[in-house]
Nanobody, 124 residues
Framework: QVQLVESGGGLVQAGGSLRLSCAAS????????MGWFRQAPGKEREFVAA????????YYADSVKGRFTISRDNAKNTVYLQMNSLKPEDTAGYYC?????????????????WGQGTQVTVSS
């Protein structure tokens, strides 16, 4: 089993920045793909970004490309999501996920483990 714990959410003004963290523990694998998703109340969960624990492959949703950056610190078993130039439409619960299917990394079906989420609220 893998446990994922997100942190770093909060309330920010439009144009501000936040860095989310996802700390992984348990039976993690270097072959895992790590993803970030978000979900606003009443809306479907949407893909934000993904990367491998190892290697350099990354994916970004068009809505965040150029503003968000996914990164990792393997020694700390932690994945980060740096969010810059935040917009009110970025307001959502943000979830990290771990899975073993890079080819499905941009969909929630590619992941086996999910964190509890951290709330990001961007005020106008």
């Amino acid at each position: 089993q893998v446990q994922l714990v997100e942190s770093g959410g909060g309330l920010v003004q439009a144009g501000g920045s936040l860095r989310l963290s996802c700390a992984a523990s348990g039976r993690t694998s270097s072959n895992y793909v790590m993803g970030w998703f978000r979900q606003a109340p009443g809306k479907e969960r949407e893909f934000v970004a993904a990367m491998m624990w190892s290697g350099s492959s990354t994916y970004y949703a068009d809505s965040v490309k150029g503003r968000f950056t996914i990164s990792r610190d393997n020694a700390k078993n932690t994945v980060y999501l740096q969010m810059n130039s935040l917009k009110p439409e970025d307001t959502a619960g943000y979830y990290c996920a771990a899975g073993g299917n890079w080819y499905l990394a941009r969909g929630d079906g590619g992941y086996d483990y999910w964190g509890q989420g951290t709330q990001v609220t961007v005020s106008s």
